[in-house]
Structures are given as C-alpha cells and as structure tokens.
C-alpha cells in the first residue's frame, strides 16, 4: 500500500509504476532526506505537535534507517515509491506506529525540495574543490613555464609569442569565473522550503527561521507556493557545470592540437593516454576527447532541464522529478571528468624545443609595426608598411627577419639598422609586462595573484 493509498480501491498498475517511481534515482539523496525528517521531527516537538518522547522515539528510528543506508544493508520493498516513501516505510517498521506522526504539516512537496538542495549545495562544494585542484594543477605547471615561449593563435593562426605559462593561466582564469558563479549559486540555494508544506504552509506553529538554520540552510523561503516548485536551484547548478565543462572542452581540445606530432608542444603521460586496436603506432587521448564530448551532455542536461520547467503552472508539478536524473548526471560526469583531467595536467610534459622551433618570424610583424610607430609614424601606417615587407620576403621566399636592410629601406626610409634588435621573440614577449600580459615579471603577477584568489 503506497502512502496515498487510502482514497484508491485499487493497487496502482505496474508500468505506471515503473514510470512514475524515483526511488531508482533518488535513493542518493538518503541522507539529507533523513537529516531533514531529524530536524523535522524535533520541530514537531518543539510546536507541541508531538510529544517530546515520541520525537526521541523518531529521531533514534531514522538514525538506524540511516545505519542501513550506509552499511547498503536498506531492503526496498515493492511499494518504496522514491526516497521519502521508502524511509517512512522503514521508520514505521521500526518503530511502530508513532513513526507515522512524522509527515504532520509536512508533504513531499516541500521534502523533495528541501533534500535536493541540501544534496545540492554539498555537490557544489564538492565540485569547487575539484575544480581547485585542477587550478592548483594549472599553477604548478606554469611556474615552470614562465620563460617556456610558444607561439600565440587567434583564428588558429600563428599571432603573437606568449610563455607556454600564459597560454596554461589562461585556463585557470576561466576556472576562476567557474568559482565565482559555483559559490553565487550556492547562495540563493541556502533557502530552506521545508515547513511550506504542499503548496500553502504548515498549520502547526513551526519555527522555519529554526528548522533553515537547524539544517544549515541560510534562511527560509519566503512564499511556500514558490518554495515547492522552485528549481532554480537546480538550473543554476547546470548552467555552472556546463559553462565549466565549456572551458574544460577547449583546454581539452588545446591539448589534443597541442599534443598532435604536426605540434609536438606537449605529450601525455602513458597513463592518460589510449593506443588503438589496429595501428601500433598509435598514442590517443580518449579521456580527453571524452571531456571534450561529454560536454554536449552536459549541456542537454542544462536545456533539457530548463524546456521541463517553461510554462509549469504554479505549485509542484510531478514534471519537477525530472530534475534529479539531469543533475544527477551532470554533477556524476563532472566527477569523473575532472579528477582525470588535473591528473593529465599534472603529468602533462611541456617540450619546450618544439614550442621554440614553431615561433616564425611573422609572430613579429606586429613588434615591427610597434617598431615603427616608436619612430613616430601613425600606427595605421606602420601596419600597411609592414604588411608590405611581409609581402616581400614572400615574394623573395625568405623569411621577413633575413631581408637586408637596404630591402627594408627599399619599402620606408624609416627602417635603420636597429631594426634587427626587433627580432628577438624573447624581447618581443618581454614588452607586453603591463598588468595581464605574457612578460615573465606580468606573469609572476598573474600567478600571485591567482594564488591569492584560490587560498
Ligand atoms: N519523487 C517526487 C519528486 O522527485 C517527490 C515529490 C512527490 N510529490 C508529489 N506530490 N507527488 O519530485
């Protein structure tokens, strides 16, 4: 007999059941369901719904439910519908029948919603501080990188000469965002539903200022008919997890280019990499290309989620169950996503040879352009100039630093003999030291300052 059974003269059918049970999902949320009925259950008392001994009586119940959960020893019956069901079901077993004065005022409206962001704001914390490790994996490798040069691409095309320090930083920042939005969302999650019962509040005298701070939460919810069908909590969650798998995405996808033979700028550990079944030769990233894969999940979770919630009319909705298996998905991939991901971080190599051999002499054409305008021309000249010594070492079929310089002269009278000190990509790189930029003393900054971001 289910919990609502008593206005049916029928069992429900099987395949209904088989749809409409949650307990294959949100059996993970036991623990913050259990803790929340142990707060609930004292309430009662306090109000003078229960008497003191009963709640005595609960609370030691729910304890060993609790105890049969972590041991994995809980038993489902057939009738366990979701998780709330299956432990009000075993509380009663337990103890008898004052287990059955636990639900008073309280439904699963307000239960459900108050397990779920419990369960939430733990997965986000768990999440920040895998996505710290990953910042902290990002920081050590750069420290090592600081005067490591690579060449710098916008449109995927050689632009400007960075430290191989930069490029990893710039990872870390986006990392950074990630917190940021994790710990605002975390916020408006701190609101505690429980005491709004199924839409219109509880009619004993709770205190909900009390049972919020009872179960950490920051303060109650303010309307009890938001409260029950707010999952904004849970959308917020997705978006983060998506805009961080995001970023994840293209580092993975610079890890593989950069990994590549034709590149060679880096190379996976063995441990972290994959061979293939058919060509000996063969060093793949597959868990790298499954962070930048998974992705795409994430993401359908996210707008998956949020078509579920358009245009739900006000009050729970059973629509509102399909939050679980998308957040739950979604905060499971990203458990295993990103522990992989630091480890290949920490254990990628940084060849600094092929970096080196990869910086063309046109990465200096907008230091030549700079060159230039310290001669006193308008920069928009400077550029067509040197768009037009580009032009003719490729018409000699040299590179542009091996012209003479009568073939520099040849195109503006403005180039001296000094021009070949412009030529140095380690001078190049040590120009741009302004706050931000990739010089070793600017990138010494950005790593303290990071460091102090993340303490
Ligand atoms: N399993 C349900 C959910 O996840 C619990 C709430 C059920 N409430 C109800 N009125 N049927 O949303």
């Known amino acids: 007999m289910s919990l609502w059974g008593g206005r049916f003269s029928e069992p429900s059918d099987d395949e209904l059941r088989a749809l409409n049970d949650s307990i294959a999902f949100d059996r993970a949320l036991y623990a ?27 609370v030691a119940g729910l304890r060993q439910v609790m105890q049969e959960f972590d041991a994995d020893a809980f038993e489902l019956q057939a009738g366990d519908e979701d998780i709330h069901t299956a432990v009000e079901r075993r509380l009663t077993e337990l103890i008898g029948d004052v287990g059955g004065k636990l639900h008073t005022g309280r439904s699963r409206n307000d239960q459900v ?3 779920f962001r419990l369960w939430s704001i733990r997965a986000a914390d768990n999440l920040a501080d895998e996505i710290s490790f990953l910042q902290s994996a990002l920081i050590s490798l750069a420290e090592t990188h600081i005067e490591t040069l690579m060449p ?3 449109h995927l095309q050689p632009a400007q000469p960075i430290s191989a320090a930069h490029w990893l930083m710039s990872f870390f920042w986006m990392l950074d965002r990630d917190q940021d939005r994790l710990s605002s969302a975390k916020t408006r999650m701190a609101e505690c539903p429980l005491g ?12 909900r200022h009390r049972l919020a701070s009872d179960l950490g939460f920051d303060r109650p919810s303010a309307n009890s008919l938001d409260a029950v069908s707010d999952r904004d909590f849970v959308a917020d969650l997705l978006y983060v997890i998506s805009l961080c798998a995001i970023h994840l995405s293209r580092l993975a996808e ?35 290309e499954l962070m930048r894969g998974k992705t795409g999940r994430l993401i359908g979770n996210l707008t998956g989620f949020l078509a579920t919630l358009k245009s739900l009319p006000s009050g729970y909705n059973k629509d509102l169950q399909e939050d679980k298996e998308a957040l739950l998905d979604s905060v499971e991939t990203m458990r295993r996503l990103l522990p992989v991901l630091t480890a290949t971080v920490t254990s990628l190599k940084v060849n600094a040879e092929p970096m080196n051999a990869a910086l063309s002499a046109d990465l200096l054409a907008t230091d030549l352009a700079d060159y230039l305008v310290r001669k006193g021309l308008p920069f928009r000249q400077a550029h067509h100039i040197v768009g037009a ?4 070492a490729d018409e000699r079929g040299v590179a542009m630093t091996k012209l003479d310089l009568a073939a520099f002269k040849s195109v503006s009278a403005s180039f001296e003999d000094d021009i070949y000190e412009v030529f140095d990509f380690r001078a190049s790189v040590a120009k741009r030291s302004g706050f931000g930029g990739t010089a070793p003393e600017a990138v010494r900054q950005q790593i303290a ?3 102090a971001n993340s303490a």
């Open 196 to 207: 709004a019962g199924a839409l219109a509040g509880n009619p004993f005298p709770l205190d």
């Open 113 to 115: 919603a108050t397990d």
């Open 254 to 288: 610079d890890i593989l280019l950069y990994s590549n033979p034709a590149f060679g700028f880096i190379t996976l550990d063995d441990r972290y990499s994959t061979g293939s079944s058919l060509m000996p030769q063969k060093r793949n990233a597959d868990p790298i």
């Open 152 to 154: 710098g691409y916008t």
């Open 389 to 392: 010594v580009v032009r003719l």
């Open 449 to 451: 300052l990071a460091k």
């Open 32 to 58: 913050e369901d259990i803790e929340g009925s142990i707060v609930y259950a004292r309430a009662l008392a306090r109000a003078g719904v229960i008497e003191q001994d009963e709640a005595d009586n609960i």
